[in-house]
């Protein structure tokens, strides 16, 4: 059995709590290629961890659930997530599974990944760890489409944690994060990926993903199909995001930025939007920050890279270092527009169903355009 980390008398709440595994992470140096010449760099590395991190970076009480193995490689993702000001008191450690290794691979045509988790201790998280995560208090609970993949027993992780909500208005905010390697079939990907998406709060999805899964080519064709989150986010690239939520379209060209490695990004969007919502910025701002945080990522051979100085990050928002920190001392509550409708939690949904002229006329998509 796992061995239970102690909950170290938190009393305070925390402001997100993010679930999902981490891996140890080996990529080699700028420049340098999957080869017995190039050097190397061990890191932590995962999509739910990637956003806590990045969310203490931003000053918020974030922490990180998950299972690593009773190894040297899960004391260093521990070990690193801990030092990044991430609270890891949820992590269990499983003494008869493994800490999961993914390995990068950059070449001029992109990054290539090779996964080794197959078996890992993360895999074997189950509901009852589950009821464990969704006892500890926190405004944000943020998951992504990979922990679903990992097993049978993460996909009822997911599914407990995403669709039973504690007493209060606790925000679920899910990352679609599509990993074809990991699902047996685009249309089961296509179809549970859609079916948790529309039980979140917030949902974050790349068009290009979405286009694989879905085939849709428009943020509005998204928004048609993913029409029950209160806040729909679609990421497109380097050219824009495109937030739906109550009614409005918000949309924020990204950041010119000089791409290192392109993987962790999107967790860092994701980071940056939910700092912008924890804050109670406008919805202009909260993607702005987005990018400006995927920006970051970008810039780094590491998921996780040093944001900006806070002078730099209020520039780019329009607000003064005072303002800013003053939103962090308010600890605002999630503005009601981004939660869901309290209608069934989850319901059986078709990913390949037109999304026609009524639905992208705002009609069907519960959030009209302009």
Not at 17 to 29: D, I, L, Q, R, S
Not at 146 to 156: D, I, M, N
Request: net charge negative; with cysteine; hydrophobic share 40%.
């Amino acid at each position: 059995m796992p061995q239970v980390a102690p909950l170290d008398g938190r009393s305070t709440p925390l402001d997100a709590v993010c679930v999902g595994e981490t891996m140890a992470m080996v990529t080699p140096t700028p420049g340098g290629r999957l080869d017995a010449e190039s050097t190397f760099v061990l890191r932590a590395g995962g999509a739910e961890s990637n956003v806590a991190m990045f969310l203490a970076a931003l000053g918020h009480r974030a922490g990180w659930a998950s299972r690593v193995g009773a190894d040297p490689l899960g004391e260093l993702v521990v070990g690193q997530i801990r030092a990044a000001g991430v609270d890891t008191s949820l992590v269990e450690v499983d003494p008869d599974r493994p800490t999961a290794v993914y390995l990068k691979d950059p070449g001029p045509d992109g990054t290539r990944v090779y996964y080794y988790r197959n078996g890992s201790a993360a895999a074997g998280m189950d509901s009852g760890y589950a009821a464990r995560v969704g006892a500890v208090p926190a405004a944000v609970l943020h998951l992504s489409g990979v922990t679903p993949a990992l097993s049978e027993s993460c996909r009822a992780l997911v599914e407990h944690l995403i669709t039973t909500r504690p007493p209060g208005r606790r925000l679920v905010s899910f990352d679609v994060n599509h990993r074809p390697a990991l699902w047996p079939d685009r249309s089961t990907a296509a179809t549970e990926l859609l079916r948790l998406a529309q039980a979140a709060d917030v949902v974050f999805v790349g068009l290009d993903e979405a286009a694989r899964l879905w085939k849709v080519e428009e943020p509005e064709q998204v928004r048609a199909l993913v029409d029950r989150p209160g806040t729909l986010v679609v990421k497109n690239g380097s050219v824009d995001a495109v937030a739906f939520s109550a009614g409005r379209v918000t949309v924020e060209p990204a950041r010119p930025v000089e791409v290192v490695e392109p993987v962790g990004a999107g967790d860092a969007f994701a980071a940056g939007w939910l700092s912008g919502a924890l804050r109670g910025l406008h919805p202009a701002a909260r993607l702005r920050l987005g990018h400006l945080v995927a920006g970051a990522a970008l810039g780094s051979v590491s998921d996780f890279a040093a944001l900006p100085p806070v002078q730099t990050i209020c520039a780019a928002l329009g607000i003064t270092p005072d303002d800013w920190q003053q939103t962090a001392e308010d600890r605002q509550q999630i503005p009601d527009e981004t939660h869901r409708s309290p209608v069934d939690p989850v319901r059986s949904v078709d990913p390949d169903r037109s999304a026609g002229p009524a639905a992208l006329s705002g009609e069907a998509g519960g959030c009209p355009r302009p």
